[in-house]
């Protein structure tokens, strides 16, 4: 049984990985043009109107997709009538929430603190529709560890800016240019995804299953709208009392790092759910995959936090444009902080999420938002620049919550989850140093662009030198075999 798991985990994490890898080579492209194309009041406004639409798609998706990834049904009937019940409940929810947004379109413009949204939010709200054919979808995919057909799905979806968005924005010069690409993109993700599934949509109904899949997912809906909140508070905040130029340089700064930190995680956060939901109850195989997954992790993430810290400013440049050096301090604080809180923070959500323990999760959201949203009020008259300070600060607390949750509750070892990290750590502190003393050399982009690549030298050069073991795990390990493999067939 483990041997087949792990089979199918090997090929998820080499498809998912190829999948993201894929992907994030074409939306850097897009947004370096869209940045240069746009101002970032256009992204501002998409910004508070996606504000409003991912709120109600949280309640669309009602936790059910969770459900029919982790649930162990007794059979596959029992698993397609529950898929039933979660799609036409998403469907149904996702139609209430349009009227809704629909009647009340402009009191809620005012409430997020733009009041000449209101026709714009509303037409952006048919977005949730889409959202529910493609969520329950995407679960059942999921579940199956088939990220091969995701894989094909991710790159169409990644492709549409390409021909559909920046055409829009070369033309219209506006944010609609922004939500007719999305639209487009979800609807193409919701077609592939129906017309692909094994499984297919049927006219069945039952309300005793609707009620217990509802009670197993009631604190998984909780847990959404407490992150709903904790990644949308600052939105909201910025929206009131600050215009819509600091807001786009807000949030795109904050979509830019977490774009690419996402290269990553991206890649190993949904088969780390999945594997880790089928050794739920297998104590030992559990942690040891959360340990591999987290130290593997680290070793890219963690110098990839510090050398955009390092070179923020010629990240600024490059991905979003001389437009937007004034986000560049932003981008490097969030970039260091996403840092650690992808692994201590992240990954230790999907523990939790794994064991069905959602009411935590909810607990530990709830703590964030009434630590973030005082902190964030207080400082709001401050300036741009230590509101972004002091919000990247923050995440801090998020980590050491995790962390706690983790060891108390879960009973992880404390010093494994620390000495994980400790070779990318070392090797990226090396590199730190010899980053700052270097790119000060030469005062041109080009040098820049040398000590970029004199500070990756130095970092594999002290990882792999240094920590041997960790250097034949990285060689050996199984998710590295499959993505070989399926580049040498391509």
């Known amino acids: 049984m483990n041997n087949s798991i792990n089979k199918k985990v090997g090929r998820a994490a080499a498809w998912s990985s190829v999948t993201e890898l894929m992907a994030k080579l074409i939306s850097p492209i897009v947004n ?116 091969k057909t995701l894989f094909f799905v991710r790159i169409g979806t990644s492709l549409i800016p390409l021909v559909i968005t920046i055409p829009l924005a070369i033309v219209l010069r506006n944010y609609w240019a922004l939500i007719i690409g999305n639209f487009a993109t979800q609807g193409f993700n919701a077609f592939v995804l129906t017309v692909k599934s094994k499984w297919k949509i049927k006219f069945f109904y039952n309300f005793s299953l609707f009620k217990q899949m509802f009670s197993f997912s009631v604190w998984t809906l909780l847990e959404s709208i407490s992150i709903w909140l904790t990644s949308n508070i600052d939105i909201f905040l910025i929206s009131k009392y600050l215009d819509e130029h600091y807001l786009g340089l807000y949030k795109t700064s904050m979509a830019t790092i977490n774009s690419y930190m996402g290269l990553i995680t991206a890649a190993l956060t949904p088969v780390l759910f999945s594997t880790l939901s089928r050794y739920q109850n297998d104590d030992k195989q559990f942690k040891s995959t959360y340990y591999t997954f987290q130290k593997l992790t680290s070793v890219l993430v963690v110098p990839m936090g510090i050398g955009i810290f390092i070179f923020s400013d010629l990240v600024t440049l490059i991905l979003l444009g001389e437009n937007w050096m004034e986000a560049s301090g932003f981008i490097g604080w969030w970039g260091l902080t996403s840092a650690f809180t992808i692994i201590f923070s992240h990954f230790s959500s999907e523990v939790i999420r794994s064991k069905g323990k959602p009411l935590i999760s909810f607990i530990i959201q709830v703590i964030h938002i009434l630590v973030l949203m005082p902190v964030l009020i207080m400082f709001k008259d401050s300036g741009f620049r230590t509101l972004y300070i002091v919000r990247s600060l923050l995440r801090v607390e998020l980590i050491l919550s995790a962390i706690i949750v983790l060891c108390v509750i879960f009973k992880f070892n404390l010093r494994k989850i620390f000495v994980n990290i400790i070779p990318a750590m070392f090797s990226a502190i090396i590199m730190a140093v010899v980053g700052y003393c270097v790119r000060g050399i030469f005062d041109n982009i080009i040098w820049q662009f040398a000590s970029i690549f004199i500070c990756v030298i130095v970092y594999f050069v002290i990882l792999l030198g240094c920590f041997p073991k960790l250097r034949r795990e990285l060689l050996e390990t199984e998710y590295a075999k499959k993505i070989v493999k399926i580049f040498n067939r391509r």
């Open 32 to 147: 370096i043009f869209l940045a240069r194309l746009l101002l970032p009041e256009a992204f501002g406004i998409v910004a508070t109107i996606t504000m409003v639409t991912s709120f109600a798609e949280v309640f669309t998706d009602a936790g059910f997709q969770k459900y029919i990834i982790q649930h162990e049904f007794k059979d596959e009937n029992e698993l397609n009538e529950s898929t039933n019940v979660a799609f036409w409940t998403n469907l149904g929810i996702s139609i209430f929430a349009c009227l809704v947004i629909f009647v009340f379109r402009d009191r809620i413009a005012i409430l997020v603190g733009n009041s000449g949204l209101g026709i714009s939010i509303s037409i952006a709200s048919l977005l949730i529709v889409f959202h529910a054919f493609s969520s329950i979808q995407m679960a059942r995919y999921k579940r199956e560890l088939d990220f």
